[in-house]
């Protein structure tokens, strides 16, 4: 038996950031994490760090044809994420206090955790304290021959394939399936996504969906709206979809679908019962400052249901720390205004209200937007399409803004800091920025408030 004063289920963000700032502090730190390729997590193993490589690596092709180019970024990507596991895994097992166990844990009662190694032994691991960062997990749907076809793949397979899928069908028009139809296309194969929504980018401004849309049509990215996949079936190396949309039906063959329907709380086998742990489907119960309905356990990151984003865990950390060293103030309240960014080319990323929910909302407010075309930078980056908008309210401050341009996942946290700090915008209005940059777009942007 091991005992600990902090043991974590999952060496996730979370997990990882406040495990390192307890060992810093002297405290016994466990992490039980049950793969040997995840110490890290899923960001930098599976999902955020590879995903926005290949990305990156998609849109600034090497010599070489196609495959070439996509055999190069996957051998990269290799090498970048096993350097990034290496330093990850150290960075917490060469502490003097923490140990980091390599098996499966699950739930014996509220401070008593089983741990299954590979080998199929088990040891008991008890913690004064428990954290669970058990992260999520692809859903596959219920489609007949869509798990069983060998031509399927979720992210995490996809983002490790040697074969170079030459035609891919994307089922979901999320966030993963809007990013990866934007690599793999950048890379050559031919993308079909499927999306069940007959609005593309649901909830969207109608500029900015329009805008992604073109761009789409214009890398060859086809979108079947309100389509549904009814049925796929293995023929030779290729698998065919029949999809179901406006009452008829078609038939796609592709290379490989990509399965981009959501993600999952990794609840499935943490035997949470035996603690006593409220959970529901969308995840482990929390309440605002991420604490179980059980005194000693916390959950963090996406296994805690809703957003999923590695941002948001990191901020969880400074919840957890915050309540066990500090005042206890901080909560999941302060999580609202958040920048997101769908890594498209070129990104898009918001930050706050959208125009569209002013209006519904009836709320007041002025426009201020400016087009990427007369940015010099955006020419320089080779991507001058896009644009800045951004919404005022009647004191002057911003009630949110879109950035749809090269480097936007960068601008966007300018905007994030001025919203926090709640400044005017005639700060950033007449704020001198470093030239040439993507930043000095901002001087234009807060110069056409209200002319629009
Ligand atoms: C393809 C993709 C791209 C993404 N891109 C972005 C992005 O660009 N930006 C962004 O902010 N977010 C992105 N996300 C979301 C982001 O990856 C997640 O929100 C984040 O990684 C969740 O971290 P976490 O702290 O919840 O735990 P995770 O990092 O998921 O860690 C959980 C760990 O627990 C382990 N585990 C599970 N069950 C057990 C058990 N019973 N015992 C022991 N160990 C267990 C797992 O192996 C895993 O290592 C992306 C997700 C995907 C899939
Ligand atoms: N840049 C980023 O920050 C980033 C990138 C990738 C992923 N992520 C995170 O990972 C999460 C998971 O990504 P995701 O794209 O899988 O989920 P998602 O929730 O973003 O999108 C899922 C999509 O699948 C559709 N869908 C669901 N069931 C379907 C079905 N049976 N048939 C057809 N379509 C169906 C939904 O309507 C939705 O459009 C995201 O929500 C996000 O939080 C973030």
Not at 44 to 68: F, M, R, T, W
Not at 164 to 193: D, H, R
Not at 210 to 225: H, M, R, S, W
Not at 399 to 427: D, F, K, V
Request: glycine share 8%; charged share 20%; hydrophobic share 40%.
């Amino acid at each position: 038996m091991i005992k600990a004063k902090n043991v974590y289920i999952g060496f996730g963000k979370a997990a990882k950031t406040l495990a390192f700032r307890q060992a810093q502090r002297g405290e016994s730190v466990v992490v039980i994490e049950e793969s040997d390729q995840m110490y890290g997590g899923t960001c930098i193993n599976i999902a955020c760090i590879p995903s926005k490589l290949l990305y990156e690596l998609s849109d600034k092709p090497q010599v070489g044809g196609l495959k070439d180019n996509y055999k190069m970024a996957i051998t990269k990507k290799r090498s970048v994420i096993g350097k990034l596991r290496y330093s990850n895994f150290h960075k917490l097992a060469d502490q003097k206090t923490v140990k980091v166990l390599n098996g499966s844990a699950s739930f014996i009662d509220q401070h008593t955790l089983n741990v299954k190694y590979l080998n199929g032994a088990t040891e008991e691991v008890v913690g004064e304290r428990i954290f669970i960062n058990t992260g999520a997990t692809s859903t596959i749907p219920d489609i007949p021959g869509l798990k069983e076809s060998s031509r399927t793949v979720t992210s995490t397979d996809l983002l490790d394939q040697d074969h170079f899928p030459q035609s891919l069908a994307i089922i979901g028009g999320g966030y993963i399936g809007m990013e990866f139809a934007t690599t793999y296309s950048q890379f050559g194969s031919k993308v079909t996504m499927i999306n069940r929504n007959a609005e593309f980018m649901r909830g969207m401004d109608q500029d900015v969906s329009q805008a992604v849309k073109q761009n789409f049509d214009k890398a060859g990215i086809e979108v079947l709206q309100s389509a549904e996949v009814i049925r796929v079936q293995d023929q030779g190396s290729h698998a065919v979809l029949t999809v179901a949309s406006d009452g008829s039906e078609s038939q796609i063959m592709v290379d490989m679908i990509l399965v981009a329907t959501g993600r999952k709380p990794n609840i499935q086998g943490l035997n949470l019962e035996q603690a006593g742990i409220r959970y529901t489907e969308a995840g482990v119960a929390v309440d605002d400052h991420l604490r179980t309905n059980v005194q000693n356990i916390w959950a963090m990151g996406d296994v805690r249901g809703g957003a999923q984003f590695t941002f948001l865990s990191l901020d969880d950390y400074r919840i957890v720390y915050n309540q066990l060293y500090a005042s206890g103030t901080k909560t999941t309240e302060e999580q609202v205004i958040v920048p997101k960014t769908i890594f498209l080319m070129p990104p898009l990323s918001q930050i706050g209200m959208s125009e569209r929910e002013a209006l519904d909302k009836k709320i007041e407010y002025r426009t201020g937007k400016v087009a990427v075309a007369g940015m010099p930078k955006a020419h320089i980056l080779g991507h001058p399409n896009g644009f800045y908008k951004v919404l005022i309210d009647k004191e002057d401050h911003i009630l949110g803004a879109t950035i749809y341009a090269p480097e936007a996942h960068e601008i966007i946290n300018i905007i994030s800091l001025a919203m926090h700090a709640n400044l005017p915008y005639q700060m950033l209005r007449d704020q001198i920025y470093s030239h040439p940059t993507m930043a000095e777009g901002l001087n234009d942007l807060f110069e056409t408030i209200g002319m629009n």
